[in-house]
Nanobody, 122 residues
Framework: QVQLVESGGGLVQPGGSLRLSCTAS????????IGWFRQAPGKLREGVSC????????YYTDSVKGRFTISRDNIKITVYLEMNSLKPEDTAVYYC???????????????WGRGTQVTVSS
């Protein structure tokens, strides 16, 4: 059973920053490609970013390029999403998931965590 735990969300003003963290239990996170997704009210879940298992390949959707940075720390067994210059349009619940491949948005497992709420508002 794969369990993913997202954390780090919160309420920030436009232009602010947050760092989201993704940790896993039930599997070794280091071995997997990991993606970040987000879902805003009334909208479908969309892929935001991903990082390959080795960390050598990263991908960002156009709307976050230059503002978000995905990384992984194999010592802490954590995948991060550094979010800078946040906009109200970034408001959503953010999820992480193991992927079949990166670049890509196909989850390897049909298990989603609770997500972490990111709200960008003044």
């Amino acid at each position: 059973q794969v369990q993913l735990v997202e954390s780090g969300g919160g309420l920030v003003q436009p232009g602010g920053s947050l760092r989201l963290s993704c940790t896993a239990s039930g599997f070794t996170l280091d071995y997997y490609h990991i993606g970040w997704f987000r879902q805003a009210p009334g909208k479908l879940r969309e892929g935001v970013s991903c990082i390959s298992s080795s960390g050598d390949t990263t991908y960002y959707t156009d709307s976050v390029k230059g503002r978000f940075t995905i990384s992984r720390d194999n010592i802490k067994i954590t995948v991060y999403l550094e979010m800078n210059s946040l906009k109200p349009e970034d408001t959503a619940v953010y999820y992480c998931a193991a992927l079949v491949y990166c670049p890509g948005t196909l989850p390897l497992y049909d298990h989603w965590g609770r997500g972490t709420q990111v709200t960008v508002s003044s």
